[in-house]
């Protein structure tokens, strides 16, 4: 299907200011979607808060807007240039909240704008905690038993302690519609819960929390799926987590594609994600779809689902050459995937699924060290302020790469070192998600620590991670 021609000009709205979670990744995602719409012909209109980004270079649209992501001035925007379209699924959180704002409001139907890339069906579905829940236990997929957590959907404190009540402690609190694990957490007690939950419904413009039962030291994992208007789905690239559960995946060391599931299990995964992903309804563009699996009994339930480009399709993007932003722009604008040229083979299409012969391994950064008073235990609450990506032949070749490439001396592993702590100190101190706690680990291996004890004591998986590291 060709390119649509009833629509001349779109709207594209940018995620605003570099915060923890949401940062230059969707500068880089935006910048590519501004510059393929261009090059397709229509007036894109950007409206991004932040000057500061490549976006907002005069090049990359026909008119810049310099002007807060909020419902009132985007009417402002909408008014004045009457775009036929916005496209919103490229600008992070912020945008998806603003687009869905303006729906609501009835901006959208007033000025005769069209949504596209994700409908506000789709949007709801995958956001909302308790529709997607409903969707995912109402799958039906041959070789597969699509699951979620137990949970419950909570909108006061009162409700909240109910639900723990029933589930028993330690819960996860997860908000809707927040990025970057804002408002998130393990509650093990009632004091914690509180303090987590009152957090979470604050954040969360719906004031609405998912509490959900423990899922500490499952594997994590995430799908970064791609689809169009002629259903045809790609499984652009698998990621694993080098830690377990309840380190937010921006703050874990991460592996493409991933690398200790089975064929079983990751053909369940990859039907269970093209399942997801078409019942929640997203038409036009990518999307990231995060599970969980217990290593005791295999058991894998879906975790949860962003229905727009994520922070992790950036990284997809630069570990597979499958360019995400542009490929989910094209499609948004009528393209399908079949029609869209591979960048890197410039032979086969972008129906193609993309096969790595490499390993990618992506470190987080921190700067614990300019803000002294934080707690530096990783939670599900983002707490990286960047990262750094390596390609290697095998996962011990990335991993070094990365660690050197994060421009911290401390990163790097030492293996002459002198050892000042003994064994059981080390095994105490990487008990604790922190900053460096894979140097522990590989001060603990040089002490004789065996790969069982290592595994109890961190949740990673024992006889890879491990003895690669």
């Not at 949007?123 to 995912?136: A, L, M, N, P, S």
Request: overall charge negative; glycine content about 8%; hydrophobic content about 40%.
């Amino acid at each position: 299907m060709p390119r649509r021609t009833d629509i001349h000009s779109i709207l594209v709205i940018g995620s605003g200011p570099i915060v923890i979670g949401q940062a230059c990744e969707f500068d880089y995602s935006g910048t590519q979607a501004c510059r393929v719409l261009q090059e397709e012909g229509f007036r894109v209109i950007l409206v991004n808060s932040n000057p500061a980004t490549i976006m907002t270079d005069p090049e990359f649209a026909d008119a810049t807007y310099i002007e807060p992501i909020r419902p009132e001035y985007l009417e402002q925007v909408i008014a004045l240039e009457r775009p036929d379209a916005l496209l919103a699924t490229l600008g992070g959180q912020t945008a998806l909240n603003a687009a869905v704002a303006l729906h609501e409001s009835g901006v959208l139907a007033r000025y005769g704008v069209e949504l596209i890339g994700a409908s506000i069906e789709a949007i709801g579905k995958g956001e909302d905690r308790e529709q997607f829940k409903t969707i995912v236990t109402s799958l039906d997929v041959p070789g597969a038993s699509p699951e979620v957590a137990r949970s419950a959907i909570c909108h006061t404190l009162d409700e909240v302690l109910a639900a723990a009540g029933e589930l028993g402690y330690p819960v996860v609190v997860r908000p809707s519609f927040t990025m970057g694990g804002v408002g998130s957490g393990f509650a093990h007690d009632e004091d914690e819960l509180l303090r987590i939950a009152g957090s979470g419904l604050t954040a969360s413009p719906t004031t609405e929390v998912l509490i959900e039962e423990s899922i500490l030291g499952w594997k994590e994992y995430e799908l970064e799926v791609m689809r169009d208007t002629a259903d045809n789905v790609v499984i652009v690239c698998s990621i694993e987590n080098l830690d377990p559960m309840g380190v937010h995946t921006g703050d874990s060391i991460t592996v493409a594609p991933a690398m200790t599931l089975t064929d079983r299990e990751y053909q369940a995964m990859r039907d269970v994600a093209i399942a997801v992903i078409r019942a929640v309804g997203v038409d036009t563009g990518g999307c990231n779809i995060q599970f969980a699996i217990n290593p005791r009994d295999g058991r894998m339930i879906v975790v949860e689902m962003n229905p727009r480009v994520s922070r992790s399709s950036a990284l997809a993007s630069k570990a597979t050459g499958f360019p995400i932003a542009k490929i989910a722009a094209k499609v948004a604008v009528g393209y399908t995937l079949d029609e869209i040229p591979n960048d890197i083979t410039l032979q086969t299409p972008a129906s193609f699924e993309p096969a790595l012969d490499y390993v990618v391994v992506k470190a987080p950064r921190f700067a614990f060290e300019k803000f002294p008073s934080v707690d530096d235990t990783l939670t599900t609450h983002m707490k990286s302020v960047g990262e750094a990506m390596a390609i290697g032949r095998n996962f011990t070749e990335a991993l070094g790469k990365v660690l050197r490439s994060l421009e911290d001396p401390t990163a790097v592993f030492d293996f002459t070192g002198p050892a000042t702590e003994t064994l059981d100190e080390l095994l105490t101190s990487m008990a604790r998600p922190h900053d460096g706690r894979l140097g522990v680990v590989m001060r603990a291996l040089r002490l004789g620590a065996t790969t069982e004890q290592v595994h109890v004591a961190t949740g990673m998986t024992r006889g890879s991670w491990i003895s690669c590291s």
